[in-house]
Each structure stands twice: as structure tokens, then as C-alpha cells.
């Protein structure tokens, strides 16, 4: 039996003995959880090397088969002018009537506040002019699901700004008058040494992992996994799109699935990950790797499947059946045996 370690204030797990199964683990959870392309910065959340990895991707699999709440950080736009900026800061302070925190942790509000903002920005480093061709500032949104308390995912915003923002001016404004909690940031593009903020899908996978690094943090059962990983393949709208459709102008319906060949070639990968994974487990001496790959098994039959030409139903229930009639080690040999033979999709 493996000895129980301690993961956050709600969940502990228990490490296997075999140190060949955290070897798979971390090679096919490392593959499901951190892209090769993911960019890390100080006090974000990585691996290390060792029984460390191997405890990171166990607590990954775990929150993500029990389908822990899903942390939202999303780049809602950005203004391409003062005019721009001054119009959304006054939008999500509700014209000055909302706290407003800037990046020294000065907390104030009113219109007044809202014009020194607005000075020191169009003034402060490189000039700002009214009207723009180029985003000067990001709106950023950081959001939570309905019963997280709100002052947590305040603070979890500001310590998620010190490190992603770290060399700009940002200021944040908690709404939490509506079902989710959320936070809007609004970054000035340009940094104090002269660098601009453009933010790519690896920085957005960054922002995810870190703002619920900062959550779990204070006790707040929070994942940042990717959609592909959880087997959840809705294409989000542009902002361009968003906007379009609320003023009658977009004359295509967007598809609701992403279904290009990079994306599928990720699902078939999520999924052989998944599946090796969960065979690991499932051999292992410890019921409580066998109880988990039992829980894969579940998820991964839930997991929405558009077409059959994109990833068969048939091939899910199939190896999910298979984990969970394997309770005894030569059975799981067996069935890994014939993985190796030929694919089931060909049977």
C-alpha cells in the first residue's frame, strides 16, 4: 500500500510503491497536462524532477477525473486608444462606484481616481494618444464558479498579476454581484522597460495554471486543464465574433467544435494517454491506483464524442469495459498484451 501524502486542505492521495508506474505517469501525464510549448515563469506552477513529478500528475489526474471546478482566464479585449481604456475603466468600476486596485495595491474609488488612472497611463512611459492603431492595454478576465468566495479569487488575482505582470501597470476590479465571482485586469501593453505584452495560447495555458495555483492556495479546489485533456472540444468565439453576433452582423453560425487535423491528432493523443495511464493503475499492487483507473475509466466514457470518424464510441466503452472488468494483475497483462498486438480500432 502506498503511503497517503498531502495534496491541498481537501485531498489526499496515496503514492504508488512501483516506481515503473510514476515513470508512466509522468511520461504520459506530462503529455496530457504540460504542452511542450508551455512557457514557465518563477513561482508558477512546474515539475520537478523525481517522486515530486510523479505526486504532481497523480494530483492532476485526480481533480481532473472528479471533475474539479475549472478556472476561467480569458483576454476579453483591449483598447487601441486612451479614449478606449478610459471607456472600459469606467465600465467595469461602474463609473467609479467600484473598488479599483491598481499595481502598488493602492485600493481607491471614484471618478477622480479614475482620471489620475487614466493620467498616469496616457503619460507615464510611452505616450498614450487618444485614438490608437495598436492595443494599448489588455482586458483580462479571471473567473470562478458560482459559490467560490469572492475574496479568495480576489486575492488569488492580485498574487496572479504580481508574477504574470510583474513589469507593467495593471489595475483589477473585483464584480461579485452576479453568479460567478470574477475579476477584470486591465494591463498597459507596454512594460516599464520598454516591452510589450502579446499574449500567445502557451501565455493563456500559463495564466490558467497559475491563477489556480494562487486559488488552491487558500484552500479553493481549482484546475486549469486543457480542453482536450478533459475530452471537451467547443470552439470559443473570437471577440470580433462575439461582438457580431450581439449586433446582428455575423451572417455564418460558428462551428461548436474545433475539427481541423492538428486538433483531432490531440484528441487521439489525449486519449492513448489516458489509456496507458489508466492500464498502469490498474496493474498496480495498490487498490487505490486501482480504484483511480477505474475513475478514468468513467471519465473517459463521458467524454463528448461529435462524430464517429473523429473518436469512435466504440473504442472508448471498449478499453473503459476492459479497465474495469481488470481487477488482478495477469488480466491487466494480458489486456496491455494485445494493446500491443494492434490497434482496437481496426477489430
Not at 500500500?1 to 489526499?12: C, N
Not at 515530486?52 to 494530483?59: C, E, Q
Not at 485614438?131 to 469572492?150: K, W
Not at 479553493?220 to 449586433?247: F, H, P, S
Amino acid at each position: 500500500m502506498g503511503q497517503a501524502i498531502y495534496l491541498h486542505p481537501h485531498q489526499e492521495f496515496a503514492v504508488s510503491a512501483d516506481p515503473s508506474i510514476d515513470a508512466i505517469l509522468v511520461q504520459w501525464g506530462d503529455r496530457l497536462f504540460y504542452p511542450g510549448n508551455r512557457i514557465v515563469k518563477a513561482h508558477t506552477p512546474r515539475l520537478r524532477s523525481g517522486t515530486s513529478r510523479a505526486k504532481a500528475i497523480r494530483s492532476r489526474i485526480e481533480a481532473t477525473v472528479r471533475r474539479a471546478p475549472q478556472v476561467m482566464v480569458k483576454v476579453t479585449g483591449g483598447g487601441r486608444g486612451m479614449k478606449a481604456i478610459a471607456a472600459h475603466l469606467r465600465y467595469i468600476t461602474r463609473n467609479g462606484r467600484l473598488e479599483i486596485e491598481d499595481d502598488r495595491g493602492v485600493v481607491e474609488r471614484g471618478k477622480s481616481t479614475l482620471l489620475d488612472i487614466e493620467r498616469q497611463w496616457q503619460f507615464g512611459g510611452a505616450h498614450i494618444d487618444d485614438v490608437g492603431h495598436r492595443r494599448e492595454a489588455f482586458n483580462v478576465m479571471l473567473s470562478m464558479p458560482q459559490g467560490t468566495d469572492p475574496q479568495t479569487v480576489l486575492f488569488a488575482a492580485r498574487e496572479f498579476a504580481k508574477i504574470e505582470f510583474a513589469d507593467h501597470r495593471y489595475v483589477m476590479v473585483l464584480h461579485d454581484d452576479q453568479a460567478h465571482p470574477h475579476v477584470h485586469l486591465a494591463v498597459k501593453a507596454e512594460s516599464r522597460h520598454g516591452q510589450r505584452l502579446n499574449p500567445r495560447k502557451a501565455d493563456l495555458y500559463r495564466w490558467r495554471e497559475t491563477f489556480a495555483e494562487r486559488l488552491r492556495e487558500r484552500g479553493i479546489d481549482a484546475e486549469a486543464t486543457r480542453q482536450v485533456t478533459r475530452g471537451r472540444y467547443r470552439k470559443r468565439d473570437n471577440l470580433w465574433q462575439v461582438k457580431a453576433r450581439e449586433e446582428g452582423r455575423l451572417r455564418r453560425g460558428m462551428q461548436s467544435a474545433a475539427t481541423n487535423a492538428p486538433t483531432q491528432l490531440g484528441r487521439e493523443a489525449a486519449l492513448d494517454a489516458w489509456k496507458k495511464i489508466a492500464l498502469a493503475l490498474a496493474n498496480s499492487a495498490s487498490r487505490e491506483d486501482q480504484d483511480l483507473a477505474t475513475e478514468i475509466a468513467e471519465f473517459v466514457k463521458d467524454m463528448p464524442v461529435r462524430r464517429r470518424s473523429e473518436m469512435p464510441q466504440r473504442k472508448l466503452e471498449r478499453w473503459a469495459w476492459t479497465l474495469e472488468s481488470a481487477r488482478t494483475p495477469q488480466r491487466v497483462q494480458s489486456i496491455a498484451e494485445r494493446d500491443r498486438k494492434g490497434p482496437e480500432i481496426a477489430r
